[in-house]
Structures are given as C-alpha cells and as structure tokens.
C-alpha cells in the first residue's frame, strides 16, 4: 500500500515561494523588536498536562494535544479518565510557557525582561483559511514593569514592525479590563454575570447594540440593566476624550488608574508613531483569556476582516507558579494572518543583492567547471545569489521559472 503523501490535517507544507516570504518576516521581526530592547528566547513544544490545564487558556485548553505516557507510566487498564493517559501536552500558546520559563529562571534574568518568542504552537481547532492545527506565533512581552511604559512599548514596536512589512491604515484598538467590569457593574449586573454579559458584549461589531441587547434579555436580564450599559457605549468617539467622559460620567464606578493609564498610553503612542494607523478606545474590546488583569488591545486591518494581533496585561499569572506576582504585559502578532495577506498580494522580498543563474550544459567539457564554480563563488563573496543549476531540456520553461523566482541574470556554460 502507497504511503500518504498529503500533510495531516489542519497541517501544511510550506513552499519555497511562502518560505521565503516567512525567513523575511521572522528576520524583520527579530530586527525591529531588537531594536526596542527585546532578547530572544525559546520554550520546549511540551508542556506539562498540569500547566496547560490550569484555567488559565480559555477555550484553548478544550484544544490540547495530548502526549499518552511512555512505558510503565502507561498503565491502560487502569486509566479511568483522560487525564490518567496523559502528563504532557503540545503547547498552545507561548505566554504559558513564557511565565513558567520566567518563574524558574527569574534569578538569572534582568527585571524589567523583555522577551521575543517565535514558535510553533498547536491547537486541536478546526482548520480555515489562515487558521492550522500547527502554527507560528511570534509574542513580546515584557516582565517586570507594573508602568504603562510596558504597554506604550509594546505597542509602537508592533506597529513598527507592521509597518515595515507595508501595512498601513490599521487601527489599534484598546481599552481595560477594569473599564470593561466597572461598566457591567455600574449597570446593575452581579460579578458572577460578567463573564457571560462580555461574551454577548464581543459579539457588538457582527450583530449592533440592538443584536446585543436582544440577546442580553433573551438570556434573562432586565430592561432596566441592558438599557443602562449600552448608554455607557454612546456617543464614543475613540480618543482620549471618551475616556475622560466615561470617567466622569461613571464617577467612583470606575477605577481613577484604569482611565488615567489609558489616556496616558494613547497620547504617548499617537505622540510617538511613525507609520499610517489609528490608536482608537473601544470598550467593546473583551478579549477572552481569563488571564487578563488590566489595558488589553488589538490591531484590525480592513482587507482581512479580523485582528491580525493582540494581546494585554495579565499580572497574575507568575504568581500562580512563585506565589508572588509579578506584572506582565504581552503582544502576539497572528504571524499566519500576516504571512496569507503578504501572499495573497504577491508581496516581493526587497532585493539585497543581484540573483544570477548559472546553466550548465550536460555536453559542458569537465575541464571548465573549476572556472565557473570559481567565477559563482567570487560573486558570492561579493553579496550576489548564485544558482548554479544543470541546463534542462525546455530551457525556455526553465528561465520562466528562475525570472519568475527573481533571477535577473542568466548565464549559460556550454
């Protein structure tokens, strides 16, 4: 029987054409990040089944790969639930993995840490386009720093990443956690509601306020509460200035820190940018990881319909490995999303130097080769890329394909 030459499902191969493309945006990301004083590290694909199931991934722990035991750990006819089969799993994220790496090397890191990951991670999902069962993440984060410095940071190095990968136009929305549960209470919901009244709340951008508002009633609150929390959305303008009017318009309702730190990150990075985007309040913004303390955000762009990155303050999570808290703040770009739309507009990785293709006949006398490898080496040395590659039959489909790949030069060597 043939062997299965299609990739597992929600997997992909990955062409010479999308590779490229991928090296350029991991080598743009490590400059840029670089640049604002972020150091890379790596974390094992395995994780334990312990950490990844702790609470604190949301959806994403219902989406666990998971490792059965090996050899005498495996113990079948014993096992009575899933969790008896299995002690590791594939990582589905890397924040976790990123506070337990912290938690055990925090002696010998600097405080504030500012770290870059970039690696595969795994999720048991449904695939679609721009969504696999295997794919990249690429996080900043920055450990240590309890300031909105860390969010101001982290946010003008992901638009200047983005930017230098041409996107414009795209908004960065924000807002905070404690904004969003002070308006839900200030409304007259209960504390134990909050989770399901943001879940309706993150549904405002597809179905409107009146879609919301059906659905709040239809899941049994009164008139009275959704009435008084979707006033608290009107007249929201986006700057700074809707802050401040939330602020006063709810009074000791909402915390004094939350809204100053707001204004503060948004005049800082709209005083500071450089590309083409929006920073924009939008206190609809949810976010689902339970793990979220304080400011989160997300950056939209239209031609994809979706976030392309996100991320936010999630204080309490080096805790529950020390025992002590330690403040935390992250950004992740959909490194996936990214890469579909740079392919899906045939984006060409600017040339740093001159492609040649050398072709050698197969009747090409042995005598000569020694020169011409000679010749291509000397042009490398020199920065150019070098092909040298036998001459085909079809020499005309063959110098299609090297034009098409970016080879402005082709020599033949009879």
């Known amino acids: 029987m043939a062997l299965i030459k299609k990739p597992v499902t929600g997997m992909k191969d990955v062409l010479p054409r999308e590779m490229e493309i991928r090296n350029f945006v991991m080598g743009k990301v490590r400059e840029t990040y670089s640049r604002f004083g972020f150091t890379e590290i790596e974390t094992p694909h395995l994780e334990?089944?312990?950490n990844l199931c702790s609470n604190q991934g949301g959806e994403n722990e219902k989406l666990i790969f998971r490792i059965l035991k090996r050899g005498e750990k495996l113990k079948l006819e014993e096992a009575k639930e899933v969790s008896d089969l299995s002690d590791e799993g594939l990582r589905y994220d890397l924040t976790l993995p990123l506070t337990r790496f912290y938690s055990n090397h925090m002696n010998d890191l600097p405080s504030p840490f500012k770290a870059l990951q970039m690696g595969s991670v795994f999720r048991a999902d449904r695939p679609q386009k721009g969504r696999f069962r295997e794919f990249m993440q690429c996080d900043i984060d920055i450990l240590g720093d309890a300031t909105s410095l860390a969010e101001i940071e982290l946010i003008l190095a992901t638009t200047t990443l983005l930017s230098s990968l041409s996107f414009k136009d795209f908004t960065v929305r924000i807002s905070d956690r404690r904004i969003l549960k002070a308006m839900a209470l200030c409304s007259g919901f209960a504390e134990e509601d909050c989770d399901r009244v943001f879940i309706i709340l993150d549904k405002m951008d597809k179905i409107g306020p009146d879609g919301v508002k059906k659905e709040l009633l239809e899941a049994g609150y009164s008139e009275e509460q959704t009435d008084n929390y979707l006033s608290?959305?009107?007249?929201?303008?986006?700057?700074?200035?809707?802050?401040?009017?939330?602020?006063e318009r709810m009074g000791d309702g909402l915390p004094e820190e939350a809204a100053d730190s707001l204004i503060r990150i948004m005049d800082s990075v709209n005083a500071a940018k450089s590309g083409d985007f929006k920073v924009r309040f939008d206190p609809t913004l949810v976010r689902g990881m339970s793990y979220y303390t304080g400011t989160i955000f997300e950056i939209e762009i239209a031609e994809f319909g979706s976030s392309i990155a996100g991320g936010g303050r999630y204080d309490g999570m080096v805790g529950r490995f020390t025992g002590r808290d330690v403040p935390a703040c992250g950004f992740s770009i959909g490194f996936e999303r990214i890469i579909t739309i740079l392919l899906d507009r045939d984006f060409q990785i600017p040339e740093e130097g001159e492609k040649i293709a050398f072709l050698i006949d197969k009747k090409l006398d042995p005598a000569k080769l020694p020169e011409i490898m000679k010749e291509a080496a000397s042009l490398r040395a020199g920065g150019q890329t070098v092909l040298v590659t036998q001459m085909m039959k079809?020499?005309?489909?063959?110098?299609?394909?090297?034009e098409k790949s970016g080879y402005k030069e082709i020599r033949d060597f009879y």
């Open 48 to 50: 334990h089944i312990a």
């Open 232 to 247: 608290l959305f009107q007249g929201d303008s986006g700057d700074t200035d809707s802050v401040r009017a939330l602020k």
């Open 394 to 402: 079809n020499k005309r489909f063959q110098k299609d394909g090297l």
